[in-house]
DNA sequence: CTGTGGTAACTTACCCGTGAGTCATATCAA
DNA sequence: TTGATATGACTCACGGGTAAGTTACCACAG
């Protein structure tokens, strides 16, 4: 489509265009199938190229992976920054992350499953490309995730940790089973977050839930007036 | 050691024993570095066998991998039933859920990742023998969970589906959280549940948690008095 | 008590499909 | 001619699976 400046030399697609176009169905096959059931022959099917022309540009399955990866947690993780800045705190800062998260994801869902790969190769150039991201992502959750505990009176630092490593994995329950219904939108999958919380933890309003308007979260509405919350 | 009854033209190991003795080693293999990067060969050599030994008993490898399957899910799901057979209900249930799972887990920890493989095939022998289970289990955790968000006044179908995925989201992060800290007890682990609970939601006594003595559950001994609960 | 046949247990050496990675070569713009 | 894009045809390691043979033990005939 775009002819972007074919250098000296040069016949077909320049490799910067062809390059992005690999990138791009690459994200898509290893997001969709998983690192491990996506054969770079398949890549370069559905690119319609031919297999040597991905080891000239990306020398082995493992870069154009890494690549991928990258470009999918700067993606992602560019979202948790901004909702970390956004100047909530506590569980409307989950619900802002959560929301920032669904918006990012609606266009590419295939994203999510690329940096939670469970059959990406344990170590080499992709996991450490992810290593720095998720240290990053680690002290914002453990942040988030102790002052809350500190503000119900538990200061245990194991209790914290397990702690954490319930929201983050509550976190991807979420993700996961918006991803799998795809008819629910990000506003209507935010609104349901917002119920599921005051379900669980009572009335969030009277818990600093202080998103301020026009930040693109919706207004918070509560499925119902919950006559019995659990507490 | 047991001799087991030697029938005519016997050398070696009776075949009982002997499969006994390979299901246990693949038990271990598979549970502790993944179905997929376990090899056949791997788990002739840690049984001191040749690999064709194998096929004859078992016709495959993901015969074999079923039969892991289908004997870890019969320890791990007869500790479901019978904790949903407890007489408890709401978050007592979970807790004592979760306790049992310790317990079961303790002495072979690798029994959870057999269970949980994600790197599994994702259709076959093994995974249905999995699949009655996780009916079965399925419908055990949806129950629960809706009566809880009945409790607090949420009906919503999709909600609830949601919260059920949370649940047991959370559910695994937990067990997780306890198997990469081999040093802590299963009492211990279920005192830190009782307090994470605690500083969720509250109080839990005032919840119904009436998890009854001699059950094997220990006291339950919150944290801290939790002065200023998030509700 | 011996040898001989039958069978279960077990192994060595192989086959073969798959998928990562490579090499020599072809095409075409400048 | 040169150099960048591009490919058909290949090598190679790995791992699931198999064919064919070997060993040891028992039963029983002589």
Redo the contacts between chains.
């Keep these: 489509m775009t002819m972007a400046r074919a250098n000296a030399g040069t016949k077909g697609v320049a490799r910067a265009d062809r390059e992005g176009q690999i990138l791009d169905i690459a994200c898509r096959a290893f997001g969709t199938a998983g690192y491990?059931s996506t054969s770079v022959a398949d890549i370069a099917e559905a690119a319609g190229i031919s297999k040597p022309l991905i080891y000239n540009y990306f020398g082995s399955k493992e870069g154009l992976h890494a690549l991928c990866v990258e470009h999918a947690a700067a993606v992602l993780w560019a979202e948790f920054e901004r909702s970390s800045a956004s100047g909530t705190v506590g569980l409307a800062r989950a619900v802002v992350t959560l929301d920032g998260m669904f918006r990012a994801l609606a266009p590419q869902p295939w994203m999510w499953r690329l940096v939670f790969d469970?059959?990406a190769p344990p170590e080499g150039a992709s996991r450490e490309a992810l290593a720095a991201y998720e240290a990053r992502l680690f002290t914002l959750g453990e942040d988030g995730v102790s002052e809350?505990?500190r503000?119900?009176?538990?200061t245990?630092q194991?209790?914290t940790?397990?702690?954490h490593?319930?929201w983050?994995?509550?976190f991807?329950?979420?993700v996961?089973?918006w991803l799998d219904?795809p008819e629910?939108s990000p506003e209507q999958m935010s609104q349901?977050c917002v119920?599921?919380f005051s379900?669980?933890?009572?009335?969030l309003d009277?818990?600093a839930l202080s998103a301020r308007p026009g930040d693109g979260l919706p207004e918070l509405a509560p499925?119902?007036?919950?006559?019995?919350?659990?507490?």
Tied chains: 1, 2.
């Design positions: 491990a469970p059959t809350l505990m503000l119900a009176g538990n245990d194991d209790d940790s397990a702690m490593a319930v983050e994995s509550a991807r329950a979420l996961g089973w219904h629910v349901r119920r599921m379900t669980a933890f009572g009335d009277a818990l499925h119902q007036p919950a006559p019995a919350p659990p507490h």
